[in-house]
């Protein structure tokens, strides 16, 4: 099958940190042996993405790809533009639950021949899903060797922090306003609050294994890779029921998600503060949502695209593709429908 993936969100030398998860999963499509993948990887803002589809069409002049895979909601107008082949968006977060770029990705969905959300919570927010339009659950996943325990004396020694005193870690850019940097600031107090502004992927894991534990109280997740992350590496993770969070933390001893309550959250923390080295058990669970595997049912998604486009079936209220293969991400079922007034 030959891919070509189109984003603008992929790391870079100047942006180092945006969106290797999107990179994650373009290299572990090339690890497989069914696909020629292509990647047109371009800058964030609006005059990069009107220069994109006069790119792809220059670029790609006379050629044809079996799936054009459009990450973010307003990269599907340049692949759709450029006429490459059908176009598969996955949408995942900002894209649908931003104003400014809302109107943009809902847009083009209609001209697209699947949209998929990276998870069940977040595919409510795509207009029609499961009762006028086909909408898949296709999630990116994790770098497993990437994400993994380290000593937390040598991951503090390499950051330079105190070896002995307890950190906590906010996972993302404190300026990002639905990850609510202010309710970590809140349940922390005195305890030193470390944040992932501007640090390349390569050195994530060394902030999450210096931390006794990862803070994600986020208002709304389209996935919630963070916390995912965090048990990969065997560190508590503490997460609001959004997004995969209740999936993900489910069972985990020593993680925790919960509705938002600053005096309940202080108090399932305190454990993982006065302890030396808090661990979890969260490798197993992290394994589920690898980068593989997430290609892998990805794929799945494309093939069986393909087969209905071959045999003139075109079902608008197929709810979820093959759906039923993975319960692990709950995503059985109708998805519920939200208005765009609820966003």
């Not at 990269?75 to 006429?83: D, G």
């Not at 609510?180 to 305890?191: H, S």
């Amino acid at each position: 099958m030959r891919v070509l993936v189109v984003t603008n969100m992929y790391p870079s030398r100047e942006r180092p940190w945006f969106g290797p998860f999107v990179r994650d999963q373009v290299e572990a499509f090339r690890r497989r042996d069914d696909l020629d993948v292509e990647l047109f990887a371009f800058g964030p803002g609006p005059r990069a993405l009107v220069r994109a589809a006069a790119t792809l069409r220059s670029r790609y002049r006379g050629q044809r790809f079996d799936i054009v895979h459009a990450h973010f909601g307003l990269t599907a107008w340049p692949a759709l533009l450029a006429h490459l082949g059908p176009v598969v968006v996955t949408l995942h977060g900002n894209d649908l639950l931003v104003r400014r770029s809302y109107y943009a990705t809902r847009a083009a969905l209609p001209f697209t021949a699947l949209a998929a959300a990276v998870s069940r919570e977040f595919s409510a927010n795509v207009p029609g899903a499961g009762v006028t339009r086909r909408v898949a659950v296709l999630p990116v996943g994790i770098d497993l060797e990437r994400f993994r325990p380290l000593p937390r004396a040598v991951a503090r020694a390499r950051l330079g922090l105190d070896p002995d005193g307890p950190y906590l870690l906010f996972p993302h850019d404190p300026s990002r306003p639905l990850k609510r940097y202010d309710r970590a600031v809140e349940v922390a107090g005195d305890v030193p609050l470390l944040t992932l502004g501007g640090v390349a992927p390569d050195e994530v894991p060394y902030w999450i294994n210096a931390a006794n534990a990862v803070l994600v109280p986020s208002s709304a997740e389209g996935f919630g890779l963070s916390v995912i992350e965090a048990l990969a590496c065997g560190v508590p993770a503490f997460g609001t029921p959004v997004g995969i969070h209740p999936v993900a933390l489910h069972g985990i001893a020593g993680a925790y998600c919960a509705e938002w309550d600053r005096d309940a959250w202080r108090a399932a923390l305190r454990p993982q503060l006065e302890a030396a080295d808090p661990r979890v058990d969260g490798r197993s669970r992290a394994e589920l949502f690898s980068a593989d595997a997430m290609a892998s049912r990805v794929v799945e998604a494309w093939r069986d695209l393909l087969e209905d486009r071959t045999s003139g079936c075109n079902d608008p209220f197929n709810d979820v593709v093959r759906a039923e293969r993975d319960p692990i991400l709950d995503v059985r079922g109708p998805v519920p429908t939200r208005g765009s007034n609820d966003l």
